[in-house]
């Protein structure tokens, strides 16, 4: 890639002549936007990217990038996305999937692909429900989500999409919100420059089926006040002020909220964030409000061999087609007679 | 009955007390079986005389003996493990009838293949006999029931202490005594040891040397023993060639036919009895180049197939029927965006888990309609281990050239049966060239169909100027989703063209016999060697019976409608499931029939009869003579 000569491209140069079709207000349109930023910033050619999706409302998202794109079937994206970087491992392989596309009937495929580590960029548009199929609950939706499905209220508890990643060994997971445009650019580059599988969750309003589900972290009126930015190196703290941190409890091993300056807590009190700490970053995905902030931004990072580039590293291709000549001329032949 | 030499019912044919000059049986095709419980080895056992008779010239048709578990309880008729070979003077194409001498580690896995109808009547039995004297008083109580139920059927049975003999070299005869049982059968065919020993040495290249060098200790003891002990030889006389010949098993055929087709990735998920393609590419896949992924089920494995191919890669899948069922969405993408797409079934018997070690053409119907909406695809199955090969040749050029979905269906039989063939002379052409990555000139589409062929090109990622996004809805040339029916119409047009025009390319089939006569047989896959030497059987009683048989399924081969029409009667012969005509609640219109003869009736409207059997093995030739006798002049099925 000589990046000097490439004309410089802006974000509509990565829009299709598509016309986009979600419905007014949903989030998805800001995703798009972010997505199609951070690429006319990271200046990538656009035949060398290429998005592959399942099935939902998130998954038509290949079709509004002036770029390659494979919109394939519900939940399988990653295991088409692992043929196609195994194929060609120069090209830049996006997946893009929902709640219901990666946590339900593509749950396996997400997992191994998490747990192999192979160099794709998948981003999980967590919107709580199932959209395409107008509302029916999903993995991720809360206990007690009324649905078509679950008219009295569901009873079962919600995958947390970025524990799950932690938990199969994922080596990059970060979070982000539909609508925090510089937040969402930054962690997508982050996840691009990382080697390796990079698990991106974004929080996504589904404003006709689950409208504000997230609204206790994302409403203006109180996303300073509950959304953490975790970044590395620096304390855990979090508020309009910043005066609120995270602590570790000694007895109880888990997180709690103080202020430094009182009650005798100190700044030093307060964690630092350290990315490459699998346990720290465990801890953080499962804070959520009320009581807890909700922690965004790269919350692991410990970069590892990818398995296109081990599984490449095997491949020693001899002289054109000389090998096979060997085998079926070498030791398996005999002339009768 | 001579102490020394321990014989069991009497044989005319044979006198037990002339070791020093045995008697020569000539024959022109002799059948042996070697079974033994499941980690005893009589499989390899089998196989190695099977590949050495081969080297040296005969005709041979291996057959596995495999019971569904990994280690079954010992003892056990269910449990028995082993090997069928058949050897002849001339080219063998199938397992025969029945074996005319059996080597038995125990009378269990013995008293398996005798219930099974397995035994040639008057059939010699080699036996180890060191479960007569057994402390176990169960185990000799078995033994003796089975004496008789053995002995009551006429074999010929010798006794051979295997057991004991082995002691003399191993602490655990278990594992060695197969070697011991190979130096009998080398004796007895009069084998060459020097090919038998490079075999041997071969298997055990990866364990200590000393493993070897134990191992043919043991095999010339059993020379010795039966030199010593046993009064009869079997020479089947090879007939010499001039070609160059390879051995192998159709799994191996498969591996080696991809590589040479130039495959670069084949995606799997472990099923018998398709996973052995996997580990014999694996031992040599990346040296070509290739990668060998094992996905994290069938499902993904064809995705991962899929994502190669179309990034550029030819790239293949192999499964069973299970697998067939979970990738048939996927499939369905594959032909709906016209991403080149191999997929190997290597059937075993349906429906479910059914019988997953044992051979079945039952996925016929599912492979051609089984994918939900239309997707018009490529069906065709190899009949020989040779064409295990090549087949994989001919399936990448069809995928590739016409942006679709080939099948091909392979089969149990043919996956673990070993039989020589002329060795292929590689051809460069056979290998896929790189796809076309020059840049796409502005205004074209990624599905710019030609009217008249239904073909057109693709756009790999990372082709300047190709950036579409390809997908499984229906779609216009420019791969925009469709909103309108026309398109749909329109596009599944093109989608069917493509296979018109392949179809247009076949050539009618050849017939095995007379053009016209009483009776045709038809088949495909796995059973041709058995379909034509029955009918060279009935042929030579004076019967009027031809066979063909298809290598293309979807699109069908030209002509038949005409050739049938030659014919008193059609029929199918298959391993797959139909009533009987005649049986309860049975009508001639809901009769359920073989899948083959259910889709010749549908694509020639003619009255194609069928016979079937689903027994977990491959058809014996003598059975189709049975039917191809009540069958001939008896006009058609109405
Ligand atoms: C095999 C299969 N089953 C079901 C569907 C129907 N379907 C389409 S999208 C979808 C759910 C999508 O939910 P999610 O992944 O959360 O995406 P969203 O629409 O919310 O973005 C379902 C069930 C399908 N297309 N394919
Ligand atoms: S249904 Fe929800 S997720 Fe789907 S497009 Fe509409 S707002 Fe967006
Ligand atoms: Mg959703």
Redesign the interface.
């Known amino acids: 890639m000589s990046h000097s000569v490439l004309p410089q491209l802006k974000p509509r140069d990565f829009a299709s002549d598509q016309e986009v079709r979600w419905c007014p207000g949903c989030g998805d349109y800001a995703i798009l936007k972010a997505i199609q930023k951070t690429l006319a910033d990271l200046e990538v050619p656009r035949e060398e990217s290429v998005f592959i999706s399942g099935i939902g409302c998130s998954s038509r998202f290949p079709y509004y990038m002036a770029t390659y794109g494979f919109h394939t079937i519900h939940g399988r994206a990653p295991a088409v996305a692992t043929g196609t970087k195994l194929a060609n491992p120069d090209l830049d392989v996006w997946v893009i999937t929902g709640d219901g596309d990666g946590l339900s009937i593509g749950g396996n495929h997400l997992v191994h692909a998490l747990r192999r580590n192979i160099d794709l960029n998948i981003i999980l548009f967590n919107n709580e429900i199932y959209g395409l199929t107008k509302g029916q609950v999903s993995p991720t939706s809360k206990r007690g989500t009324l649905s078509p499905t679950t008219p009295r209220g569901s009873v079962a508890n919600p995958i947390s999409p970025a524990t799950m990643a932690l938990g199969v060994g994922a080596r990059f997971v970060a979070r982000s919100v539909d609508i925090n445009m510089g937040h969402l650019v930054d962690v997508l580059k982050q996840a691009h420059a990382n080697r390796g599988t990079s698990f991106v969750e974004i929080f996504q309003n589904c404003i006709v089926f689950n409208d504000a589900t997230f609204a206790d972290f994302t409403d203006k009126a109180v996303a300073k006040e509950n959304q953490l930015l975790v970044e590395h190196g620096q304390p855990l703290l979090f508020g309009v002020e910043r005066d609120r941190g995270l602590r570790l409890d000694p007895a109880t091993w888990t997180l709690e909220v103080v202020r430094p300056g009182v009650n005798g807590v100190t700044e030093a009190d307060v964690l630092v964030h350290d990315e490459t700490n699998r346990m720290l970053a465990t801890m953080l995905a499962a804070l959520e409000p009320p009581g807890f902030p909700m922690a965004l931004g790269v919350l692991y990072r410990d970069p590892a061999a990818t398995f296109d580039h081990q599984v490449l590293a095997q491949v020693e291709p001899e002289s054109e087609g000389r090998g096979l000549a060997d085998l079926l001329y070498g030791g398996r032949t005999w002339k009768v007679g | 009955m001579s102490t020394r030499l321990p014989v069991v019912g009497d044989d005319p044919v044979f006198s037990a007390e002339q070791p020093s000059s045995p008697r020569v049986l000539e024959r022109a095709q002799y059948t042996v079986e070697v079974v033994s419980d499941s980690g005893e080895g009589a499989q390899s056992c089998g196989q190695i005389l099977g590949t050495v008779s081969a080297?040296?010239?005969n005709g041979v048709w291996t057959v596995e003996i495999i019971p569904a578990e990994v280690q079954p309880p010992p003892r056990n008729p269910a449990g028995a493990s082993g090997n069928r070979v058949r050897i002849g003077s001339g080219p063998v194409t199938n397992w025969g009838d029945r074996t005319d001498l059996i080597v038995a580690f125990n009378e269990q896995a013995l008293l398996a293949r005798h219930r099974l109808d397995a035994l040639e009547p008057g059939a010699v039995i080699l036996i180890e006999s060191m479960w007569q004297d057994h402390d176990d008083e169960g185990i000799r109580a078995e033994w003796s029931a089975a004496m008789e139920e053995l002995g009551a059927a006429g074999y010929r049975i010798i006794h051979v202490p295997a057991h004991e003999q082995c002691l003399a070299l191993t602490e655990n005869p278990y594992l060695g005594k197969n070697m011991f049982m190979l130096g009998i059968l080398t004796e007895l065919f009069d084998r060459d040891t020097a090919l038998i020993g490079a075999q041997i040495r071969?298997r055990f290249r990866k364990k200590d040397e000393s493993v070897a060098e134990r191992s043919i200790d043991l095999l010339e003891l059993g020379i010795a023993w039966a030199r010593e002990n046993l009064d009869f030889r079997v020479s089947v006389p090879?007939v010499?060639?001039?070609?160059?010949?390879?051995?192998?098993n159709g799994n191996q055929a498969v591996a080696?036919g991809a590589?040479?087709a130039g495959m670069?990735?084949a995606?799997m998920y472990p099923i018998t009895p398709a996973t052995s393609v996997s580990h014999q590419l694996g031992e040599?896949f990346?040296?070509?180049?290739?990668?060998v992924?094992q996905?994290?089920?069938e499902?993904?494995?064809?995705?991962?197939?899929?994502?190669?191919?179309?990034?550029?890669?030819t790239?293949f899948t192999i499964t069973s029927g299970p697998g067939l069922a979970l990738k048939t969405?996927?499939l369905?993408?594959a032909v709906m965006?016209e991403t080149p797409l191999v997929l190997v079934d290597v059937q075993r018997g349906g429906p479910s888990t059914g019988l997953p070690t044992k051979v079945e053409q039952s996925d016929l119907l599912a492979a051609i309609f089984g994918q939900p909406g239309d997707a018009p695809h490529v069906v065709l199955a190899p009949a020989t281990i040779e064409e295990c090969f090549h087949v994989m040749v001919t399936a990448r050029r069809i995928a590739e050239t016409f942006r679709a979905l080939v099948i091909v269906l392979s089969d149990a039989n043919l996956a673990t049966g070993v039989q020589p063939f002329p060795?292929?002379e590689?051809d460069?052409a056979w290998?896929a060239s790189a796809p076309d990555q020059s840049p796409v000139p502005e205004g074209k589409a990624p599905y710019a169909w030609d009217e008249q062929t239904g073909l057109s090109q693709r756009?790999i990622?990372?082709?300047?100027?190709?950036?579409?996004?390809?997908?499984?809805?229906a779609h216009d040339e420019r791969s925009?989703?469709a909103y309108t029916s026309d398109i749909n119409q329109w596009s599944s047009a093109m989608r069917s063209r493509k296979i018109a025009v392949l179809g247009q390319t076949l050539r009618p089939p050849s017939l095995n016999g007379d053009d016209a006569g009483d009776l045709l047989i038809v088949g495909w896959g796995s059973t041709k060697g058995a379909i034509e030497e029955a009918v060279a059987r009935a042929r030579d009683e004076g019967l009027s019976v031809s066979s063909l048989h298809l290598t293309f399924l979807s699109p069908l081969e030209p002509g038949l409608a005409e050739i049938f029409s030659r014919f008193q009667k059609v029929m199918t012969v298959e391993i797959n499931y139909s009533d009987e005509p005649d049986g309860p609640f049975v009508t001639h219109q809901n009769r359920r029939r073989g899948q083959l003869s259910w889709l010749l009736r549908a694509q020639t409207l003619v009255d194609v009869d069928c016979w079937t059997r689903v027994l977990g093995e491959p058809l014996r030739p003598g059975a189709i003579l049975e039917v191809i006798r009540s069958n001939c002049g008896a006009g058609g099925e109405r």
């Open positions: 080297k040296m010239g071969h090879p010499p060639g001039d070609r160059d010949m390879v051995v192998m080696l590589v040479a670069e990735l995606a040599m990346e040296r070509f180049g290739g990668i992924h996905a994290e089920d499902i993904a494995a064809a995705g991962v197939a899929i994502g190669a191919s179309y990034a550029g890669k790239a969405e996927f369905g993408l965006t060795r292929p590689l460069q290998i756009f990622p990372g082709q300047p100027g190709g950036m579409f996004t390809v997908t499984g809805l925009k989703v």
